[in-house]
């Protein structure tokens, strides 16, 4: 089996070469969808330009010289150039057959695999995980669950924010309300409540404010004690994000942590380097890089502050120390960090001090995953039904609360019922995000977000249990459906072709590191299958060659949807 598009441009690159010379044949042949064929070849117009030729002109010469026997059995030149190119249905159902039999799907393995590390989630220790630790998890698990998909080798870092001056307040806040009762808060949930009080502490008593200042020093001094209610701090933390993790089917573990403290022993030595290669200079005592094309409101260059006066580091020397032990020491080629659009400039002064010291090149490359805002109705803050500001953990609750409600009625059984809204209300909650570009915002709607029509999580997963319905009625296992594919109707032909498309949606989003990419291909699928389900009888074909080959498009279909939400993190009931 092969993907159209790639068979289609390679055709036309030779025919390009043929008619034109070798100098011609690197060019793009610019292969895409088309309403008037299945694909057209938009090379002739841009072409043109380097011939001095007239674009029809250019596309007549390639048809000339271009060989499609056995793929197309139409090919027409229309408008100023374009050329339409319409597939063989024997060649598409050909095609799909062979995918049914490819335990791939039609996706190839990357060529090179990479190491690539993908930075994701990164809560911060002892604050509560909000709506915008969603999307940055969710999108980051479906990009690393892509990636190895397609062979390449991935770091999961969890960049959590475990280190820095607010441990003070929070240790000393520790110690007057006494270990067993903070530890009991923290499990409660009530973390927020438990910095803010911390805070609130620190900001109107002198003497906790100074006991905590104190306290960070003998913390970054490594004193035992210190350590140690450091770590429980942490561990409470870990349980809670794990929590959520474990009811969002995120892929993250302890194994992935990549927090703050691990990168503290490298910041003297990092800075060193930077000040060695006279990318750092110190200014008004403290350590500063002033990355070129950077300046203030004021027109002055805006700096990077990587030691401060005191002797303190920053979050921008722990990323840049993240940044050289990735490249150096994990030897990864490309970094992902899936992270909110408000910090765009503090990843563009970082990379670009990271290019300035040789760790990033034309061969490693940084990319910053920007993802977009999530609002409410109002356009503010995200509120529960009862009017409350909403924790990450409340939100996924209500979420299986409400799709509960959804298939209300439907199950007798109130374990199944319950198993099943889970799977729907998490599914409708990540979909939301991954089916939206992540660099785009979006309003967080309930009502939509859980409807079974749209582009939407539980539409996709009905997909899937209508097409296993199909099969319990014939007392088939979809595993056993062989085929092979023949095309007999128009709605079968659209099915057949659309499911050849899923190899070139996973590299697509792959590249780009967007999962949307992938969403909105399955999301077609969907609807595609669904006028192949109302206009072609599966069960009740008459004949039994276009039955079995009606089922091989089911189970296709299945395969297709079930591992493309795989990829996407979107659990799939069994029923619905």
Known sequence: MADPQEVLAE?????????????????????????????????????????????????????????????????????????????????????????????RLGVPLAVPAETVVVDYSSPNVVKEMHVGHLRTTVVGDSIVRILELLGHTVVRANHVGDWGTQFGLLI??????????????????????????????????????????HRVVALQAGDPDTLRLWQDLVADSRQYYNTIYQQLGV????????????????????CAELERDGIAVISDGALVAFPPGFTGRDGAPQPMILRKSDGGYGYDTTDLAAIRYRIRDLKATRLIY?????????????????????????????????????????GGRIRTRTGDSVKLITLIDEAVERAEEVIAGRYDDPGLRRQIADAVGIGALKYADLSVARESGYTF???????????????????????????????LD???????????????????????????????????????????????????????????????????????????????????????????????????
């Open 338 to 378: 899936v992270v909110g659009a408000e910090q765009s400039l503090h990843f563009r002064m970082l990379f670009a001090v990271a290019r300035q010291a040789g760790w990033l090149t034309d061969e490693v490359r940084a990319e910053h995953a920007v993802i977009g805002l999530v609002t409410g109705s109002d």
């Open 478 to 576: 979809p595993r056993d459906a062989a085929g092979p594919v023949r095309i007999t109707e128009d709605a079968e032909r659209a099915l057949a072709l659309a499911l050849l498309g899923f190899g070139r949606s996973v590299h697509g989003a792959a590249r780009a590191a967007e999962p949307h990419q992938l969403a909105g291909f399955l999301f077609e699928l969907a609807s595609v299958f669904t006028r192949f389900y109302e206009e072609c009888p599966v069960l009740k074909a008459e004949d039994p060659a276009v039955r079995a080959s009606r089922l091989a498009l089911c189970a296709l279909t299945l395969r297709t949807l079930v591992t493309g939400l795989g990829l996407l993190g979107i659990p799939v009931p069994e029923r619905m």
């Open 445 to 475: 709607d309930f009502d939509r977000m859980l409807a079974l029509t749209g582009n939407t999580g539980p539409y996709l997963q009905y997909a899937t249990a209508r097409i296993r319905s199909i099969f319990r009625k014939a007392g």
């Open 11 to 103: 055709r036309v690159r030779a025919a390009i070469t043929a008619a034109f010379g070798a100098g011609y044949a690197g060019t793009d042949p610019l292969i895409r969808p088309s309403q008037f064929a299945d694909f057209q070849a938009n090379v002739a117009l841009p072409l043109a330009k380097s011939l001095g030729k007239p674009p029809r002109q250019v596309a007549e010469q390639i048809v000339a010289h271009l060989d499609l026997t056995g793929v197309c059995d139409r090919v027409e030149i229309s408008g100023p150039g374009f050329i339409n190119l319409t597939l063989t249905s024997g060649w598409i159902a050909s095609q799909a057959s062979g995918q049914l039999r490819d335990a």
């Open 172 to 213: 000393e806040h520790l110690l007057d309300v006494g270990e067993e009762a903070a530890r009991a808060a923290l499990s409660a949930g009530e973390i927020n409540a438990f910095y803010q009080a911390a805070r609130v502490k620190f900001d109107a008593d002198p003497a906790f404010a100074e006991r905590s200042r």
């Open 251 to 270: 892929t993250l573990t302890d194994a992935d942590l990549a927090p703050e403290s691990f990168y503290n022993p490298m910041l003297a030595d990092v």
